[in-house]
């Protein structure tokens, strides 16, 4: 089974980099959906193994939760939302495109340093996994301050609660039921509420560039 996750890992972290190298919003929120799809097949496979071999079903319950809410609840959401608005055609970031990439290879080259020198976590072996979702939730957060529209900005925030949520399946084979449960939740209603605010955004400036939230300075 190590084979497979670690294929996942990796497939996750590319992900992740196509993701940044994404301009436009509607490839944001199918690259999520990818990306989160990987990580209800990851959430099946070590379901599958808990409950064979320890009769566990909480995690396999957790792996359709996630199909439900990450794979196609809130792209829907996010896609209904940036039908509504109003479509412009804007940079939506601050780097071009190359130097993002470059800066993502750089993070991932700092993950993996500073996770080989941590002391017991790999007893002198490599966790390739946890170096690829460590990385996932560094790009997360970077994808998410390098741009400029809300939308790529709730992505951000979403990849990065995707890279916790496997991090913690690499390390412990998943948390508590009822912790999944109720980080699920939160993001679920995170993300409503951010759709929300979209909509004031585009109503009140006539983008979804948040750099327009400049002009309320006074």
């Known amino acids: 089974m190590t084979n497979y996750l670690d294929a996942l890992s990796v497939l996750l972290l590319v992900s992740a980099f196509i993701l940044m190298g994404n301009k436009r ?7 999520f959906q990818f990306q989160s799809a990987l ?20 995690v396999l319950i957790i792996g359709a939760i996630v199909v439900g809410i990450k794979v196609l609840f809130i792209p829907y959401l ?22 993002l990439i470059i800066i993502c290879c750089f993070i991932v080259v700092f993950c993996y340093y500073v996770l080989s020198e941590t002391a017991g976590i790999n007893t002198g072996i490599i966790n390739n996994q946890m170096v690829n979702s460590v990385s996932l939730i560094l790009i997360g957060l970077f994808f998410m301050i390098s741009r400029k529209k809300a939308i790529g900005q709730i992505v951000g925030f979403l990849v990065i609660e995707n890279g916790i949520f496997v991090t913690a399946l690499f390390a412990i084979q998943g948390m508590p039921f009822i912790v999944d449960i109720g980080i699920l939740m939160d993001i679920l209603v995170a993300v409503i509420i ?14 979804i560039n948040v750099d327009k939230i400049k002009d309320l300075r006074g």
Do not use: H, Q, W
């Open 194 to 207: 951010m759709g929300m605010m979209v909509f004031r955004i585009d109503e009140k400036f006539g983008s």
């Open 39 to 58: 990580v209800a097949l990851l959430t099946g496979i070590i379901g599958i193994n808990s409950f064979a071999e320890e009769g566990r079903v909480d």
């Open 25 to 31: 919003t509607g490839s944001y929120i199918k690259t």
């Open 78 to 99: 996010l896609k209904k939302t940036y039908a509504k608005v109003a479509y412009r055609v804007e940079k939506d970031f601050f780097l071009n495109i190359p130097l």
